[in-house]
């Protein structure tokens, strides 16, 4: 298995280009999120899916959009950059947390985007 | 909402050494306590997890945690540290029946021969 895959590795964008992160996973998990770090502060949760066709916000969504048309990808779309979206952007997904409460597997990462905005 | 801190930004420990990475946690209900660790330029890796049950977790490459309800705390720990453990470690806090899982800021343990 490849897990969760991200690309591109690296991007310079412009201020107001656009842009679509790729991230997909090959391990048939309901949930795949998005997250930002940026130094000091941890990961933040940009949005969230639990499934093909169903998605929601997290801490931090705007100047975002995701989507998810299949179980294995889901996009982040930057529509107009902003010098703020610098950041590094992981993609995570996990398991559907079967006979548990939800919220009690690991979740997997992949090897992250770090994007600049200039 | 859940949120959880981490209150040194860097360890710093000589290699053969025992560790000791501090997270605290707030909660409303039970929490769902997660360690993962950051290595350059990589993604995150999970190391353990408490869910519910003995207070002592044991997970990956040797690392350890107890989990403290009354002190609202998750200590990772490990007797013997390598200077391969050398990374970036991140504490992060689900509540019961959420989806919405909270990172600390990370701590950047340096373990040096």
């Known amino acids: 298995n490849a897990g969760v895959t991200q690309t591109p590795k690296f991007r310079i964008l412009k201020i107001g280009q656009s842009m679509t992160l790729q991230c997909a996973q090959d391990m048939n998990h309901n949930y795949m999120y998005w997250y930002r770090q940026d130094p000091g502060m941890g990961l933040k949760l940009i949005y969230y899916s639990v499934g093909a066709g169903i998605t929601d916000k997290g801490e931090v969504p705007n100047g975002y959009n995701v989507s998810r048309s299949t179980t294995e990808d889901f996009p982040l779309r930057l529509e107009l950059a902003a010098p703020s979206q610098t950041s590094v952007y992981f993609c995570?997904?996990?398991?559907?947390?079967?006979?548990?409460?939800?919220?009690?597997?690991?979740?997997?990462f992949g090897p992250g985007t770090r994007l600049t905005v200039l | 909402a859940q949120s959880v801190a981490q209150p040194e930004d860097q360890v710093n420990v000589a290699e053969g050494n025992p560790l000791t990475v501090k997270c605290t946690y707030s909660v409303s209900g039970n929490p769902y306590l997660f360690w993962y660790v950051q290595y350059p330029n990589r993604g995150l890796q999970f190391l353990l997890k408490?869910?519910?049950?003995?207070?002592l977790v044991k997970g990956s490459y040797g690392f350890e945690a107890e989990f403290n309800k009354s002190q609202t705390s998750f200590h990772l720990k490990k007797p013997s540290a390598l200077v391969s453990d050398s990374a970036l470690y991140f504490c992060?806090?689900?509540?019961?029946?959420?989806?919405?899982?909270?990172f600390g800021a990370g701590t950047r343990l340096t373990v040096k021969p």
């Open positions: 992060a806090v689900n509540r019961y029946n959420n989806n919405d899982m909270r």
């Open positions: 408490y869910i519910t049950g003995d207070n």
């Open positions: 995570a997904s996990r398991s559907i947390d079967r006979g548990r409460p939800l919220g009690t597997n690991e979740q997997f």
